[in-house]
DNA sequence: CTGTTAGCGCTTTCAA
DNA sequence: TTGAAAGCGCTAACAG
């Protein structure tokens, strides 16, 4: 007969079982430096750990130490595409190994703000998409928040480390459409004002392209999901004195959008306009014709972040990002 | 000045600012029932929280009720699409309105299993994509975890509450389908495994509306996203001595990808084959043709979610799941 | 109505 | 090497 209610195994029930104090199974159980434990005591605590079933209760571990094993990752809610999902799972799977549970919190359409969030969790570290203000690092260092990683930002200040170089994606974008010959570029802008942190440097790193090539800025509209709005766009390029002969989406979505605006409007790809994307979805391929693509490697960033924020935490000080040179690769298809 | 290590405010510290006992600021600060507070103190109380910037200590309150205010939603690595994404943030802005936090974790990948994770949060509920084994559910318990919400499931059991109903946009997607004429039906199935959970079900809707309509059972083929592997499916379909004449997609990625393949096999959508997808997408008005498909409400869906488990943490138990009558709309395009 | 007090389960000096 | 004891900050009996 099992009680209706569990009663936590505690530390305690351990040391009586294993007939030692408490101090002593939480010397064990953490492998304290310093302590020197009997083979045979240890055993006995590890074993009676194990027979009673016995898991540390995380919430006193983190009224102690005043911080617990958790990293906080604040996303917007509209970007949750594959791509952020596969760089979430990478995440986890790396915070993971290293003793650090990942959990994600979609910030906005809250109506208590963000800080309860960290109030809630008491997380080691927060990684968010976008820069924090200063008055929320601090109440996030009150809620004994070691670490604030900036994971992407629309313009790096201060307190952004780890930002991921995503000019290097607009780079590697019209650096593509430059060596097949275009000098006019067209830059198809997303729509969603979410987006904004990383559209930025995106369309910044095609100027960076445009600038180093000698060719003109690039001419920027934005284009929602539909093919009505991408076929203005198209419109509008190939209206120009000057016309655009290729773009650079910000996405594949938004490509994908491109793509179906330039058949509404009788524009044949790559022919007509070439049109390259970023992120390389899994539905990239499916694109008629397939869409050229700039691959992002996740599980090395997911690495480069999980090694930069655990040194963090260990050192209790910012370190060096590490170099993220080959984060990218352009995927050639049909398309540009 | 500001101190490097910032103090953490506690509620002795705000009970000395007003000029009263520590449990006069916990009653004041909790509203607690039946403790009626002048409104002197209460107003002194709250002034000096505020001026003090005092925010409670969830671990504490964890530590001491043994359970926190979290809600934690364990997802599978791979099904984060846009779909899922719109209904977590609907799930987050929910939970938020009644004073939960969201946190989402992704299961899978990790060395420590998850159950380090409901021992790491302490939720109140956790909200799984499919069926929690007995084991797992009892440490769950005994990590104070209340309600335990099963999403999604292959195969409702004894603990598969909240299930939604997915089986009905099988059913819709063929209903669609015979009412337009089709007598052999074809299943689009997903490749990957972690997504079976979802399939399984639609497909059973799918079988149930053709036994219902008195047609042959769906012919399943699984299908990649990759136009090649969609194109084998197709032909097979074709080549059939009863050939099917339109197919029911797992989702609108997997419909994409038929739309690929039959470009690819000479195939004409709808005239040749008929396809229906799933999920409305953000991309599916940009196929061409575009997507019929059928649209989730996921924010009536949320809202069901939110007011089931809200009520089981209130009553101790699972109440009866609320109709969730109209969560889907079949949007008819070109393609079916 | 307000204050005192006893823990929640754990870590970590300090003494034995 | 092991044990006793002092809290971390909060809540909720209970006493005043």
Redesign the pocket.
Known sequence: MVPKTQ?????????REA????????????R?P?????D???RRVLDAAARLG????????T????RSDVVLCIVKPWPLGSASGLLLAELTAGFDAVGLTLVTHIEGAGVRGVEAVWNEIAPAAVLTYSPVDPDAERTMRAAGVQCVAVLFSGEPDGSARFVRPDARIGLLQAQHLVAAGHARIGYAYPEPPTLRDFAEPRLEGVRAACAEAGIAAPEVRTVALDAESAAAAIEHWRGMDDPVTAVCAYNDEVAQALIAGARLAGVGIPNDLAVIGADDIPTARLASPPLTTIAIDHAAEARRIVHDVTSALREGVAVEATDPADLFTTVVRESA
């Open positions: 009663k936590r195994v505690t530390s305690s029930d351990v040391a007939g030692v104090a408490r101090s002593t199974v939480s010397y064990v159980l953490n304290t310093h302590q020197t434990i009997p045979g005591t240890r016995y898991t540390p209760s995380a919430a006193a571990r009224l102690k130490r005043g």
